[in-house]
């Protein structure tokens, strides 16, 4: 189904959405409940309305738009997605998906086809601001610990309670729920479409992270005048658990289970002590529950004979603990089939990275629709997808709802 009325307007809107957080050699930063994220919702709400949708926002600053008059949302599809950043991001990571979410109205309304739509702009998706990620779809489907939001505090040291209460936030959320179905269009983040030269992919399931802090104690001594039969070196022991983690995402890589250590803090850090104490952070991720526990299981054998060996002392902290997310086999098939009906190169694809979508499946069928990004790259200011690709994903999502109908 070629666009025939959205085409413009998605570089129209694109062009608005640049120059907010704009760094200076390419790349934004629109950090969750900053003057970038509230001037992204602006802008989508001021341009849906021009197009002549219904346009409100939520206690929490969420943003929607609709095609139909108040009262039906539970007939209608939500396309949506987020419209903030991590810092030095790109400009696609979020606003891929919202634009979407207008670019299929107009295109349908073309058309003179009726299907409910509401779109979603959420709020803070990224962690980057506040350590919470997936804020704003949490809070719509009261999928939040409220203990999380009360302890939570901004870059700026700013209290996450404090920024909520100021914008009056967080009074009693109007929800729509349920919906008919939610569908997120969103770059992939990752280089398996763009290797396989593939135009969409159809996700399948969302990873879950389970994220360790794990402290290990040696003895800090002189590098000179410490034997080597005698020291407890606490950076070559993390060294030795560093590559058993690794070894035990590998094992279960063929069940698309990944373990990664992204952070070490060595002290004291200095040329001329042997180091006595080493923080590490684990990060353990998977669509399959059982290949997860199997990593986590092996990551803590590891951790304790690795230890007892090198006479450290530790302490593994569980500090995040999700269940992978399994998307709706019958909508997956439909944007699958409609991915075909368009003559499109496209494949049923795991998520390893979190999206708002996580949070949908409790609430109504839930699906994603994936586009290359160059390189892979993304969460980096040379971020960057196609507008071709991006009209792809929304011939897909068009093509589904207008064969629905
Ligand atoms: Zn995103």
């Known amino acids: 189904m070629e666009l025939i009325a959205s085409k413009e307007k998605l570089r129209?809107?694109?062009?608005?959405?640049?120059?907010?957080g704009a760094?200076?050699?390419?790349?934004?930063?629109?950090?969750?409940?900053?003057?970038?994220?509230?001037?992204?919702?602006r802008i989508f709400t001021e341009t849906a309305r021009s197009l002549g949708y219904r346009t409100w926002a939520d206690d929490i600053g969420n943003s929607y738009a609709a095609n139909f008059a108040e009262g039906a949302a539970d007939k209608s599809t939500v396309i949506a997605s987020h419209l903030d950043s991590v810092i030095e991001g790109g400009p696609y990571d979020g606003p891929v998906g919202v634009a979407a979410g207008l670019m299929v109205m107009e295109e349908l309304k073309a058309r003179g086809i009726e299907v409910p739509i509401t779109v979603i702009a959420f709020r803070c998706e990224e962690s980057a601001n506040f350590k919470l990620a997936t804020l704003g779809s949490e809070l719509l489907t009261?999928?939040?610990?409220?203990?999380?939001?009360?302890?939570?505090?901004?870059?700026?040291?700013?209290?996450?309670?404090e920024v909520l209460k100021k914008r009056g936030y967080l009074g009693d959320i109007k929800r729509d729920l349920p919906y008919k179905e939610y569908i997120e269009l969103h770059i992939e983040q990752a280089?398996?479409?763009?290797?396989?030269?593939?135009?969409?992919?159809?996700?399948?399931?969302?990873?879950?992270?389970?994220?360790?802090?794990?402290?290990?104690?040696?003895?800090?001594?002189?590098?000179?005048?410490t034997p080597m039969s005698i020291r407890r070196d606490a950076l070559t022991c993390a060294a030795e658990i560093i590559l058993a983690i690794e070894n035990a995402g590998r094992r279960e890589s063929g069940n698309s289970s990944v373990a990664t250590v992204g952070v070490v803090e060595n002290r004291p850090n200095i040329i001329n002590a042997v180091p006595g104490k080493v923080t590490l952070q684990i990060d353990i991720r998977g669509i399959d529950a059982d290949s997860i526990a199997r990593v986590e299981t092996e990551v803590k054998t590891?951790?304790?004979?690795?230890?007892?060996?090198?006479?450290?002392?530790y302490e593994l902290i569980g500090v995040d603990s999700k269940t992978p997310v399994t998307l709706d086999p019958r909508l997956v098939d439909d944007l699958y089939q409609?991915?075909?009906?368009?003559?499109?190169?496209?494949?049923?694809?795991?998520?390893?990275?979190?999206?708002?979508?996580?949070?949908?499946?409790?609430?109504?069928?839930?699906?994603?629709?994936?586009?290359?990004?160059?390189?892979?790259?993304?969460?980096n200011v040379k971020e960057h997808t196609e507008f071709e690709q991006m009209e792809n994903g929304i011939r897909v999502i068009l093509g589904y709802l207008a064969e629905k109908k």
């Open 142 to 161: 009261n999928q939040i610990d409220m203990k999380l939001v009360e302890k939570a505090v901004g870059r700026d040291g700013t209290p996450l309670p």
């Open 338 to 379: 409609s991915a075909v009906r368009e003559g499109l190169k496209c494949r049923k694809m795991p998520s390893g990275a979190g999206h708002d979508a996580m949070m949908f499946p409790k609430v109504c069928p839930t699906a994603m629709v994936f586009i290359p990004c160059k390189d892979g790259i993304s969460h």
């Open 302 to 313: 590891r951790i304790e004979g690795i230890c007892k060996a090198r006479n450290i002392d």
């Open 191 to 225: 280089r398996v479409l763009e290797a396989a030269g593939e135009d969409v992919g159809i996700v399948t399931a969302i990873a879950a992270a389970h994220r360790f802090t794990l402290h290990l104690s040696g003895m800090a001594d002189h590098s000179g005048a």
């Open 23 to 41: 760094l200076e050699g390419g790349g934004n930063t629109r950090l969750a409940y900053g003057p970038e994220e509230d001037e992204m919702h």
């Open 12 to 20: 129209e809107l694109f062009a608005k959405f640049a120059p907010v």
